[in-house]
């Protein structure tokens, strides 16, 4: 069973700026009979009359689909778009974020294997750090996440992997992929960077010296809380990997999924253009606010890594999170006074998204093991959407009066 993960070539080139990529790149050998969107092809499998040419497609002599567990025209298409705009060679994608993450980490490594990481990793992902992986026998070192120099000796002790998210969610830690990138290298550690928060308008890992990236589409890729998805990018052995693993495991991106991806993505460069510019503005509004006690954006000069930030990022993003005076009870008040937000576990849409970590991104955490992390409970993550910055501030200036 095997498909081919290339197609004839996108006639898009990639001299083209990401906001022209985002709406163009990777539609190109998927349009049929005229039309201008992508279809949905909803067929579980692909037929061939002809043995012989089905042979050379299911041996990958030719391009094309057999089964639509291993590829699909929509889910290619969207693979495509997102490979582009991460500069990569190769893409493939799954069901949800964390079937691209446990997917990839489960493909690539073997018992004996050993992984380097942080504690501020995506909650779902750090539950495969201290439960699932070390089951299968793969040592995990989890380190401090801003400590660098912590990283780096624990790359250089020998590792297989080295996992690395940046900006972290939900307390905005900033990792320098290029510095860490070369850790790993030097140790033969393959280096994987999760760009959710970024987008690859605001950040290319790979560019930065990374093997392999992975973005949970189910947030700002797709932008609008409306669908899951997930997807890999980086050279064609390491995907081809990855991609045998899932076709396998079968964590298949659904077409209608792909295909609302791709509608999604086509606005990504605009939306995130006004989240940098709005979450920039909030920030800095909220830093001066009594009843803040903390705010926490790389694009804040304050920021412990806002210098790495400026070097690696070509826009802060539109997550931020802002510690309230009065912990848990306040964020308690506070929350359901917002009237321009979505009280939920999700993030990168186009409406503004509110949440305590205790709920969102570290649901799958005991309070004692959020502490451990460094995620203290008076925290609120803020996922700026595409509203007016104004209406935001001052929905937060009355939502914070309770504080
Ligand atoms: C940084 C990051 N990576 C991965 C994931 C997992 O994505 P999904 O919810 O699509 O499985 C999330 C989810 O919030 C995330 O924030």
Not at 23 to 28: D, H, Q
Not at 123 to 146: M, S, Y
């Amino acid at each position: 069973m095997k498909d081919r993960q290339e197609l004839p070539e996108d006639p898009t080139s990639t001299d083209l700026s990401p906001d022209t990529l985002a709406v163009w790149a990777g539609e190109g050998a998927s349009l049929v009979q005229g039309a201008t969107q992508v279809p949905v092809v909803y067929s579980a499998a692909y037929g061939y009359p002809d043995v012989d040419e089905w042979l050379d497609v299911a041996l990958g002599r030719k391009p094309g689909h057999i089964y639509s567990r291993n590829t699909n025209p929509t889910v290619h298409a969207f693979e495509e778009k997102v490979r582009i705009l991460e500069g990569a060679a190769a893409a493939t994608s799954f069901s949800t974020g964390m079937a691209a993450v446990s997917n990839t980490l489960f493909g690539l490594l073997s018992p004996g294997d050993r992984v380097v990481s942080v504690k501020d990793t995506y909650g779902g992902t750090n539950r495969l750090f201290a439960e699932f992986l070390p089951r299968f026998g793969i040592d995990v070192e989890l380190c401090d996440t801003t400590d660098h120099e912590q990283i780096e000796a624990a790359v250089a002790k020998g590792c297989s992997l080295v996992y690395l998210e940046t900006p972290t969610n939900p307390t905005l830690k900033v990792m320098d992929i290029a510095r860490l990138a070369v850790a790993g290298r030097q140790a033969g550690a393959l280096v994987v960077a999760d760009n959710t928060f970024a987008t690859p308008i605001n950040q290319n890992p790979l560019a930065l010296g990374a093997d392999l990236v992975l973005h949970s589409a189910t947030k700002f890729l797709g932008g609008h809380a409306d669908v899951l998805g997930g997807v890999i990018c980086g050279g064609p052995d390491l995907v081809a990997r990855v991609y045998h693993y899932r076709e396998i495991t079968g964590a298949a991106l659904d077409p209608m999924a792909a295909y609302l991806l791709i509608r999604g993505m086509k606005t990504l460069a605009l939306r995130i253009d006004r989240q940098n510019e709005s979450a920039l503005r909030i920030a800095r509004w909220l830093a001066e606010q009594s009843a803040v006690a903390a705010v926490y954006y790389p694009g804040l000069e304050t920021h412990v890594h806002h210098d790495v930030a400026a070097r690696q990022m070509r826009g802060y993003g539109g997550m931020l999170s802002f510690m309230v005076e009065g912990g848990f009870e306040a964020v308690k008040r506070v929350l359901p006074r917002l009237r321009l937000a979505h009280r939920a576990a999700n993030l990168g849409a186009v409406e503004t998204i509110a949440g305590p970590p205790a709920t969102t991104s570290h649901v799958e955490c005991t309070a004692q093991e959020r502490e451990a992390m460094g995620i203290p409970e008076g925290l609120i993550r803020y996922s700026v959407g595409i509203e007016d910055a104004g209406d935001l501030i001052a929905d937060l200036e009355q939502a914070l009066a309770v504080a």
